[in-house]
Structures are given as C-alpha cells and as structure tokens.
C-alpha cells in the first residue's frame, strides 16, 4: 500500500494526493496527518487533490472526517485543486464536506489560511 507524503511548510502541513485512493490508503493518511498534526503543532492542513480523478462516498466522507480531526487538534483543512467532475460527484452523492474549506489552487489556500489564521488572533485579542 502506498503512503500519501505529509510535508511541512512552516506550520502548515501539505498533502499532495498523487495515487489512486483505495480506502486502506485514506485511512493511512487519516492516521498519519493526526499524528503529524499533533507532533508539528501544526496550525493548517491543505490537502491538493488536483490529481485526483474519482470519488467515492467513502473517500468523500473521510475527508470530511480528516478536517474534522484536524479541527479537533486545532488545524483548519484546506482542500484545493478539486475538479469540477469530483465536485459534481461529491454533490450527486449527497455530500456537502461541511465544515471542509475549499480553494481553487494551493497559492490560494495558503492565503486563505493565512486569512484565516488572522481573523482568529483579531477575536482573541477581544
């Protein structure tokens, strides 16, 4: 089984999805990026499925989970790069990914972290 690579930019975690997710394979990430999330301290997960072609509800739900587990150990998760066909799935089978953050490209999700991360030391300093 093939491992899905978490690097580390700053306190950012990337996940660039670049095989065919098999559920064993997401359930891996979903493991490893808690733990990474966990022993980086890590402040945001972006997860670029740009090269990913096909969803299926399983795939689909566990993203949904990994940004909540990531939330629950304080990292937003960005999700970008998703096609419009993996888009129009997602909705056809009935899955909203609440809660999940989306960005067009990683440029864009790094900002809209940053975006993010500023907002929320502005309501702390209230």
Do not use: C, H, Y
Not at 24 to 39: F, Y
Not at 79 to 107: F, Q
């Amino acid at each position: 089984m093939d491992r899905v690579p978490i690097l580390k930019l700053g306190d950012i975690l990337i996940v660039s999805i670049q095989i065919d997710l098999q559920d064993m394979s997401v359930l891996a990430l979903q493991e490893d990026l808690s733990e990474k999330v966990v022993e980086t301290g890590a402040r945001g997960v972006i997860i670029d499925i740009t090269a990913v072609e096909i969803v299926d509800s399983f795939i689909g739900r566990m993203l949904a989970t990994i940004a909540a587990i990531s939330r629950m150990l304080d990292a937003e998760t960005i999700v970008v790069g998703m096609r419009p066909a993996v888009a129009i799935t997602l909705v056809e089978l009935g899955l909203s990914l609440g809660g999940v953050r989306t960005a067009l490209n990683l440029e864009k999700g790094v900002a809209l972290l940053n975006q993010i991360d500023g907002l929320q030391r502005s309501e702390a300093s209230w």
